[in-house]
């Protein structure tokens, strides 16, 4: 069978339009749709691929808010932060920008981020039903 050659580029316009007019449809939602990232330090990648996913998220339709935090920030201060985010409800869903400083444990950090909230899916609870393919959390 011979390759099929996809223009990845012009599938992903598609897919972001589709989005954007299925956002647009809820119109004046009491709570509409936003995505938190949770960035700590100042890694170039890091800040790159952070401000891909922002413009991404604005070209769609959904609020986008960046938490940066000092690549010194402690392990119960991101907690918090998580937290925080975890707790509010005007963030649907959030990333925690990996990877983390050497000192933060990074699976705990994982593990505080509410699986609903989850939006990498990294959560132990998450990858499980991943694993389990068609499970509901």
């Known amino acids: 069978m011979p390759a099929t050659i996809i223009d990845g580029k012009a599938i992903a316009e598609t897919i972001r339009g589709e989005l954007k ?3 647009e449809s809820v119109g004046s939602a009491p709570l ?3 995505l938190a990232v949770i960035i700590v ?3 170039k990648d890091s ?27 402690s392990q119960e201060d991101l907690e918090a932060r998580i937290s925080e985010l975890n707790e509010n409800p005007e963030i649907h869903g959030f990333i925690l920008q990996l990877p983390l400083p050497k000192h933060i444990d990074e699976a705990r950090a994982l593990e505080k981020v509410s699986p609903m909230k989850d939006v990498d899916g990294l959560h132990a609870t998450n990858v499980g039903f991943l694993h389990c393919r068609g499970k509901e959390p």
């Open 32 to 34: 509409p749709p936003c």
């Open 47 to 73: 800040q790159t691929y952070v401000n891909l996913k922002h413009k991404a998220a604005v070209e769609v339709g959904i609020k986008s808010i960046k938490v940066e935090l000092p690549d010194t920030v």
């Open 21 to 23: 007019t299925e956002i």
């Open 41 to 43: 330090g100042e890694r």
